[in-house]
């Protein structure tokens, strides 16, 4: 018996790992992948506000980047976004995860790499993997089960909570670039049939180059591989050209908002697996923490009391009304869909309310409720003055 087990190693699925041992408990977290420097999906873009509040090791980050580009489909004309302070840092999430690893075998919890979640029997949870017995499953018997599984999750379909409905799909090519001297700078096309309800980027922080579209699935006929393809093409700030070499990322993104059914007497879910991503941008590195912070919080005073009755103060309802806005705009964004519509509007953004507008989106500091139900989830991880004497078994 573990007090939790964790599917997913994320950043979200290793930081509440991590909280909970820290606290005393007992973990085991699971992930399919072998290694965790490899299959990296996301684009690791690290706000002003999460390296503010969250410990992450300076030496996987990038060069801060303070200028933001928006470009309109026809590329014809731009708008630059200057920060006074440093806002985004690339991370090198392959060893941002390998350093959060070793952070949580530190604190105690077992990892358990190339495992798969099968579901539940009679006999505990099933799982897959390495350390499986002659019939290639084990299984294994935890208090609460953690869904750190994607936005296809798995747990969420077993715990019975809600699953991701509305989801982007994005697809990018990264790689290295020789030292030059031009600033660091993010840009953002806006074109709704090259990136639909989303954008297409390059973002070259002097080191590294993203370049990616990511948009509805079903409005890609050529596929999406190919409009990443065109994008390349043409794409401005991009001074190189994608080597042949370049590594490739690719998944789905859940933005339609925070699920109402997080949490059962079972378990939750955190990070992409919960829609703890943001409907207008598709940022989810931020709320993936914070709500790990939460929901170790939560989780821990589960297991100090004995009752799960905490765990329903995990309310996806209540937290999904802190997005109201947000969950409107994205309703928009998925309506544009001619470029002319977008060419006729962009000169809005250069007016002074326009440049205010953009920079509260791109600049603002709003993410992950700090509070919620009288919990506090901002902050990083807790770490009580006293810990509970481990478990056995």
Known sequence: MTDVLVVGAGLAGLHLATDLARRGHDVLL????????????????????????????????????????????????????????DEYRVGDMGGLYLAAAADAVEAGVRIALGTRFLGRDAGGWRLSGPE???EGERRVRARFLVGADGARSRVAAELGLDRNRELLVGAEAVFAVPAHDRPPAFHCVLDPVLAPGYLAWVVDDGRHVHVGVAGYPDRYPEGLRAALRRFTATAPGLAHAVPA??????????????????????????????????????????????????????LDAALRTGSAAALAGYDGA??????????????????????????????????????????????????????????RAAGGPARPPAAPARRPG
């Open 30 to 85: 699971v992930d399919r992948r072998r290694r965790l420097d490899g299959a990296v999906r996301t684009t690791g873009i690290f706000v002003a506000k999460t390296l503010e509040d969250f410990p992450l090791p300076p030496e996987h980050l990038g060069p801060p980047i303070r200028r933001v580009v928006l470009h309109p489909p026809g590329l014809r004309r731009s708008v630059t976004l200057d920060s006074p302070r």
């Open 132 to 134: 499986s017995g002659p």
């Open 245 to 298: 070499d370049a590594e490739h990322r690719g998944g789905p993104i859940p933005v339609g908002g925070l699920l109402r059914r997080i949490s059962s007497p079972e378990g939750l879910l955190v990070g992409d697996a919960s829609g703890a991503v943001s409907p207008l941008t598709a940022g989810g590195l931020d709320p993936c923490l914070r709500q790990a912070a939460l929901a170790a919080q939560v």
């Open 318 to 375: 209540e937290l999904r009304a802190r997005f109201r806005g947000r969950l409107l705009l994205r309703r928009g964004l998925a309506a544009v869909r001619s470029p002319r519509l977008v060419d006729a509007a962009f000169p809005l953004l250069a007016t002074p309310p326009g440049r205010a507008a953009a920079r509260a989106v791109l600049f603002g500091d709003r993410s992950f409720p700090d509070r919620v139900s009288g919990v």
